[in-house]
């Protein structure tokens, strides 16, 4: 198979130009990849992944102090393993939808329950009594976002690194 080259019907001064790579093309192009990787790289460690789980379920109250109202909620089944440890949760109840009250779990029940959304199981979360002067009333829905985890995006990627949290 013979190859038919062009290349030897121009002067040598014209194959010596044709030949050869523009240095400071190869330096712009090398350090703009090196800069775009460390750009990554940075980001990669500081940028947060956050995890969040919803649910819903409506406002208890348990005893008889007028003072002790909880947030019965029902998270999905699928979430059981990952709340091994107290999370925090952003509860918004029906008709206080401007003022998220942050409280932690208080309980959780370890069998499933049957909801229209698939199996779940309950958690609870202590409520004030009252939001904006106004008292919370039972049978109320409420609903709550609770972060699971808030790993950066290099501790997702490799979970060892995490492992000392």
């Known amino acids: ?18 030949g050869r790579v523009p240095p400071l093309l190869v330096n ?3 350090g703009a990849i090196t800069l775009i ?3 990554l790289f940075v980001a990669v460690c500081y940028v947060h992944y956050p995890v969040t789980v919803e649910a819903e379920g ?15 909620l029902y998270v999905p089944y699928k979430y059981k ?3 091994n440890h107290p999370h925090k949760a952003m509860v918004t109840v029906e008709g206080y939808s401007d003022t998220p009250i942050v409280s932690h779990v208080s309980g959780m029940s370890p069998v499933p329950v049957k909801r ?21 009333y039972r049978g109320l829905t409420a609903t709550a976002s609770f972060q699971l985890s808030n790993y950066t995006l290099l501790q997702l ?7 000392a949290d």
């Open 81 to 83: 393993q990952l709340f």
């Open 28 to 30: 712009v192009g090398t």
């Open 37 to 39: 990787m460390a750009l």
């Open 116 to 136: 229209a959304v698939g199996n779940c199981f309950a958690v609870t979360v202590p409520l004030p009594a009252t939001l904006n002067r106004q008292p919370i």
């Open 157 to 163: 990627l490799f979970p060892t690194l995490s492992s």
């Open 1 to 18: 198979m013979e190859t038919n080259s062009n290349i030897q019907l121009r002067s040598e001064r014209m194959r010596h130009v044709i």
């Open 58 to 72: 409506q406002v208890i109250r348990t005893g008889s102090s007028a003072d002790s109202v909880q947030a019965l």
